[in-house]
């Protein structure tokens, strides 16, 4: 007689059945924890993101509205600019031909020496210090100067090298006359910058004057 080696089915009990279906239920909840977690980091990291993104943005509009500001600011202080840079400019060329001048015309310097002189009150004894090369020239002018201009009982001519050239110093007993080309350049300078500003004043004057009426 055959032998039946056939294993009887197992059918699970009422409190295995019930476990299964807890580890499910626990197993269930368990993922639906994660998905709650993820979706919840996801639209946190998204909020984070769209604040970090807001933020920035923000900061570029805020240096955009600077920079504008400087932007404006300079181009109202533009024609200022240019000009002043045009005058400095202008007197760099006139140094330059006026050095020019004197390369071709070393004789330019005894009407620098003749100004310098009639501006003295005092001039009975007057000591002129010009540039090395100039000295010639100069010396060589004085006695015509003395008879042009009178009053100068001696008057002697020294060699300067801190005087530019077709330059002089005028030096007497009650003080010193700067003839130099630097300071007459310097001079002229402050007179054109001045006369350039007093316009932007007066403009000034006029813009403050319309907006306390404005105001009133």
């Given at each position: 007689?055959?032998?039946?080696?056939?294993?009887?089915?197992?059918?699970?009990?009422?409190?295995?059945?019930?476990?299964?279906?807890?580890?499910d239920?626990?197993?269930?909840?368990?993922?639906?924890?994660?998905?709650?977690?993820?979706?919840?980091?996801?639209?946190e990291?998204?909020?984070?993101?769209?604040?970090?993104?807001?933020?920035?943005?923000?900061?570029?509009?805020?240096?955009?509205?600077?920079?504008?500001?400087q932007?404006?600011?300079?181009?109202?202080?533009?024609?200022?600019?240019?000009?002043?840079?045009?005058?400095?400019?202008?007197?760099?060329?006139?140094?330059?031909?006026?050095?020019?001048?004197?390369?071709?015309?070393?004789?330019?310097?005894?009407?620098?020496?003749?100004?310098?002189?009639?501006?003295?009150?005092?001039?009975?004894?007057?000591?002129?210090?010009?540039?090395?090369?100039?000295?010639?020239?100069?010396?060589?002018?004085?006695?015509?100067?003395?008879?042009?201009?009178?009053?100068?009982?001696?008057?002697?001519?020294?060699?300067?090298?801190?005087?530019?050239?077709?330059?002089?110093?005028?030096?007497?007993?009650?003080?010193?006359?700067?003839?130099?080309?630097?300071?007459?350049?310097?001079?002229?300078?402050?007179?054109?910058t001045?006369?350039?500003?007093?316009?932007?004043?007066?403009?000034?004057?006029?813009?403050?004057?319309?907006?306390?009426?404005?105001?009133?």
């Amino acid at each position: 007689m055959p032998t039946d080696f056939a294993l009887p089915a197992l059918t699970p009990t009422a409190h295995q059945l019930a476990g299964t279906g807890v580890a499910d239920a626990v197993l269930a909840a368990a993922h639906g924890e994660a998905d709650a977690l993820r979706e919840a980091a996801r639209a946190e990291g998204y909020a984070a993101g769209l604040a970090a993104a807001a933020a920035e943005i923000q900061a570029a509009v805020a240096a955009l509205h600077g920079g504008g500001a400087q932007l404006a600011a300079v181009a109202a202080d533009l024609p200022d600019l240019l000009e002043a840079e045009a005058v400095e400019l202008a007197f760099a060329i006139a140094g330059q031909v006026l050095g020019g001048a004197l390369d071709a015309r070393p004789e330019l310097v005894v009407g620098v020496v003749r100004g310098g002189l009639r501006r003295l009150v005092e001039r009975d004894r007057v000591t002129l210090l010009v540039h090395p090369d100039d000295l010639e020239c100069v010396r060589a002018a004085t006695p015509g100067l003395i008879a042009e201009l009178g009053g100068m009982e001696h008057c002697e001519v020294q060699a300067e090298r801190r005087v530019a050239r077709g330059g002089a110093m005028v030096r007497t007993a009650e003080g010193e006359v700067d003839a130099t080309l630097a300071t007459k350049l310097s001079q002229a300078r402050s007179v054109v910058t001045q006369a350039l500003a007093e316009p932007a004043a007066g403009q000034a004057e006029l813009d403050a004057a319309a907006l306390e009426e404005a105001s009133a």
